[in-house]
């Protein structure tokens, strides 16, 4: 008699999918892709974007068909019995259909009505899920009222409104802080090991890939490594180690310069330091002649040797943004501040946005607001941006006061929003032609700069697609490149990385690093916590406050414990934040 807990729930057997492109090329999402996911596990699909993941998830939820190869779920081929599989599984897509205008408990009534849940399985049911995601006490709140890692959650539930025998999740975590998420992974982790539900999900993070049980990286619609994440994590065994940036020197320019020495495959700065991954055979020497130390491979670092295959260093070209060169870079200023927020307040009726919140960003710095969901980043950086009105305070934008000089101070400002801004159904051309006339460039200018922002960011190719059928990190490249059609003094990037695979965002942030470099100022917001690591200073907001303010080292510290004396940024952030959510001793939670 067969073992049940040896038989895989999903197993997929030479797969293939094409789908017809812009110019009626045929474009292969899936090629012969293998693979196995056992009972009661957690396994993970990474990979860059376009590599296949959302199309491998749609075939395994029936809602298309590979064009050859064999699929079974649960048993069931999906794509002769769609339906039985329909019923069975929990699916959760990267945009999940929650109805705003209806409160939580109306949003799950509807997928209980939509899914055939009886009265009593929903008795049995609402009060485990509402313990679950913690939305409890949040029931009567309109969907569209919540935060963004609340969403998620609801979103989770609605998607357990019934015990699914299996639980598929397009990127569950995307655009959710690092509370919220390790919540949700709180939530997973229950599902897979208290009761047994097998979960297979997508992620953009590469450290939740590092927590899974089995782990498939594609690439390109091809399998390039499959197991579980130490095994794969082996590719870069031998090849990680830390180097310390010169004094005066910050790490994401040592990170520049790194990237392109023949014998690095990766850098990316973090505590101070810059990681490292060397290409295979170039030794444990020094690099560019800095020491180099070795430290213990990760995930990512092998994700990163499995995406760029081994060339001879003197065939490596300059990494992406290496060249990245304004025709008229900010003209250098006196030693003030280029943005001043002084006791900055945004009220919305009753609710305060915005509480009081002050500093100051100066000409080439990067400065990171960092915080929840919710906490008031996207809210300030409109008001700084001149979108939205402030209740009161004080907002400078190079000297001029956005109250009395808003036209004055927009010219000197790029804004590249949280979710992709840009007209989807606008090609590339007709997107940058738009905003070089809007920005007020005519003639001779609109056009070398439209050249520029073509040629930099490598958009020829996509010239003529529309915005809105762009691969991910090319709508990111598009909406970056509109931003600095008029060469602006300042640049605001509110989660601008959101959902970005760790190839796209190196390139986004060498880019980042070579405008400040030329004396751009740069505010972001961000979740990934390690792209704080490119901050020259950081402030951490929670409803609306100022709750830490200081530089990435200064900020880590927060987060020592006796448990934990060398803490992350990500593990500071929770500090910061639980720390201030908790009441004082002697006091009662509100």
Same mark, same amino acid.
């Given at each position: 008699?067969?073992?049940?807990?040896?038989?895989?729930?999903?197993?997929?057997?030479?797969?293939?999918?094409?789908?017809?492109?812009?110019?009626?090329?045929?474009?292969?999402?899936?090629?012969?892709?293998?693979?196995?996911?056992?009972?009661?596990?957690?396994?993970?699909?990474?990979?860059?974007?376009?590599?296949?993941?959302?199309?491998?998830?749609?075939?395994?939820?029936?809602?298309?068909?590979?064009?050859?190869?064999?699929?079974?779920?649960?048993?069931?081929?999906?794509?002769?019995?769609?339906?039985?599989?329909?019923?069975?599984?929990?699916?959760?897509?990267?945009?999940?259909?929650?109805?705003?205008?209806?409160?939580?408990?109306?949003?799950?009534?509807?997928?209980?009505?939509?899914?055939?849940?009886?009265?009593a399985e929903r008795r049995a049911r609402y009060p485990e899920?509402?313990?679950?995601?913690?939305?409890?006490?949040?029931?009567?709140?309109?969907?569209?009222?919540?935060?963004?890692?609340?969403?998620?959650?609801?979103?989770?539930?609605?998607?357990?409104?019934?015990?699914?025998?299996?639980?598929?999740?397009?990127?569950?975590?995307?655009?959710?802080?690092?509370?919220?998420?390790?919540?949700?992974?709180?939530?997973?982790?229950?599902?897979?090991?208290?009761?047994?539900?097998?979960?297979?999900?997508?992620?953009?993070?590469?450290?939740?890939?590092?927590?899974?049980?089995?782990?498939?990286?594609?690439?390109?619609?091809?399998?390039?490594?499959?197991?579980?994440?130490?095994?794969?994590?082996?590719?870069?065994?031998?090849?990680?180690?830390?180097?310390?940036?010169?004094?005066?020197?910050?790490?994401?320019?040592?990170?520049?310069?790194?990237?392109?020495?023949?014998?690095?495959?990766?850098?990316?700065?973090?505590?101070?330091?810059?990681?490292?991954?060397?290409?295979?055979?170039?030794?444990?020497?020094?690099?560019?002649?800095?020491?180099?130390?070795?430290?213990?491979?990760?995930?990512?670092?092998?994700?990163?040797?499995?995406?760029?295959?081994?060339?001879?260093?003197?065939?490596?070209?300059?990494?992406? @943004? =290496? %060249?990245? &060169?304004?025709?008229?870079?900010? !003209?250098?200023?006196?030693? *003030?501040? +280029?943005?001043?927020?002084?006791? /900055?307040?945004?009220?919305?009726?009753?609710?305060?946005?915005?509480?009081?919140?002050?500093?100051?960003?100066?000409?080439?710095?990067?400065?990171?607001?960092?915080?929840?969901?919710?906490?008031?980043?996207?809210?300030?950086?409109?008001?700084?941006?001149?979108?939205?009105?402030?209740?009161?305070?004080?907002?400078?934008?190079? @000297? =001029? %006061?956005? &109250?009395?000089?808003?036209?004055? !101070?927009?010219?000197?400002? *790029?804004? +590249?929003?949280?979710?992709?801004? /840009?007209?989807?159904?606008?090609?590339?051309?007709?997107?940058?032609?738009?905003?070089?006339?809007?920005?007020?460039?005519?003639?001779?200018?609109?056009?070398?700069?439209?050249?520029?922002?073509?040629?930099?960011?490598?958009?020829?190719?996509?010239?003529?697609?529309?915005?809105?059928?762009?691969?991910?990190?090319?709508?990111?490249?598009?909406?970056?490149?509109?931003?600095?059609?008029?060469?602006?003094?300042?640049?605001?990037?509110?989660?601008?990385?959101?959902?970005?695979?760790?190839?796209?965002?190196?390139?986004?942030?060498?880019?980042?690093?070579?405008?400040?470099?030329?004396?751009?100022?740069?505010?972001?917001?961000?979740?990934?916590?390690?792209?704080?690591?490119?901050?020259?200073?950081?402030?951490?907001?929670?409803?609306?406050?100022?709750?830490?303010?200081?530089?990435?080292?200064?900020?880590?510290?927060?987060?020592?414990?006796?448990?934990?004396?060398?803490?992350?940024?990500?593990?500071?952030?929770?500090?910061?934040?639980?720390?201030?959510?908790?009441?004082?001793?002697?006091e009662k939670a509100a």
């Open positions: 008699m067969t073992d049940p807990a040896a038989v895989p729930v999903i197993e997929g057997r030479g797969l293939s999918k094409q789908f017809r492109g812009a110019a009626k090329q045929s474009i292969d999402a899936l090629s012969e892709v293998s693979f196995r996911v056992m009972p009661a596990s957690l396994t993970a699909l990474v990979g860059p974007d376009g590599a296949g993941k959302t199309t491998l998830i749609r075939l395994m939820a029936g809602l298309m068909s590979a064009d050859s190869g064999e699929l079974t779920v649960l048993g069931v081929d999906p794509s002769r019995d769609p339906q039985t599989i329909q019923n069975r599984i929990g699916y959760m897509p990267q945009r999940f259909g929650l109805y705003e205008d209806l409160s939580v408990q109306e949003n799950l009534d509807l997928y209980a009505d939509l899914h055939g849940v009886s009265q899920l509402m313990d679950m995601t913690a939305l409890g006490p949040f029931t009567r709140r309109l969907a569209g009222k919540l935060s963004g890692g609340m969403k998620q959650k609801l979103g989770l539930a609605c998607s357990l409104v019934r015990s699914p025998d299996l639980l598929l999740l397009d990127e569950p975590t995307v655009g959710v802080d690092p509370l919220s998420r390790r919540e949700l992974w709180d939530i997973i982790d229950r599902l897979v090991r208290e009761k047994g539900v097998p979960v297979l999900l997508s992620t953009a993070y590469l450290d939740e890939a590092g927590r899974c049980d089995h782990v498939v990286v594609l690439h390109e619609g091809k399998v390039l490594a499959e197991g579980v994440p130490g095994d794969v994590t082996k590719a870069a065994d031998g090849r990680t180690f830390a180097v310390r940036a010169q004094a005066g020197e910050p790490a994401r320019e040592l990170q520049a310069r790194l990237l392109d020495e023949p014998d690095v495959l990766d850098a990316t700065p973090e505590a101070g330091l810059v990681r490292v991954v060397r290409r295979a055979g170039t030794g444990d020497g020094p690099i560019a002649g800095l020491e180099a130390t070795a430290v213990p491979a990760r995930f990512e670092d092998a994700f990163m040797v499995l995406m760029q295959p081994d060339a001879a260093p003197k065939d490596k070209a300059p990494s992406a @943004g =290496a %060249d990245m &060169k304004l025709d008229h870079p900010p !003209a250098a200023g006196g030693d *003030g501040p +280029v943005v001043e927020v002084r006791d /900055l307040v945004k009220r919305f009726g009753d609710f305060v946005a915005v509480d009081k919140v002050s500093f100051e960003v100066r000409r080439g710095e990067i400065f990171g607001l960092l915080g929840p969901n919710g906490a008031g980043k996207t809210t300030t950086f409109r008001m700084l941006c001149g979108l939205l009105n402030a209740t009161s305070g004080v907002l400078k934008i190079s @000297g =001029a %006061d956005l &109250k009395r000089s808003p036209a004055s !101070a927009r010219q000197k400002i *790029g804004y +590249v929003a949280q979710k992709f801004s /840009l007209y989807a159904q606008l090609s590339v051309s007709e997107n940058l032609d738009f905003f070089a006339s809007a920005y007020g460039l005519h003639g001779a200018r609109r056009r070398e700069r439209i050249d520029w922002a073509v040629g930099q960011f490598e958009l020829g190719p996509f010239a003529q697609q529309l915005g809105g059928q762009l691969p991910g990190g090319y709508k990111q490249r598009l909406a970056t490149a509109a931003a600095l059609l008029h060469e602006p003094d300042i640049l605001f990037l509110d989660e601008a990385t959101s959902g970005a695979d760790p190839l796209a965002r190196r390139e986004f942030w060498r880019r980042i690093t070579a405008l400040a470099k030329q004396g751009v100022t740069v505010i972001v917001t961000t979740h990934f916590m390690v792209e704080a690591e490119y901050c020259d200073r950081i402030a951490i907001l929670d409803s609306g406050r100022v709750l830490a303010q200081g530089s990435p080292t200064e900020i880590r510290a927060r987060g020592v414990t006796p448990d934990n004396a060398d803490p992350t940024m990500e593990d500071a952030f929770i500090a910061v934040i639980e720390a201030a959510r908790t009441p004082a001793s002697g």
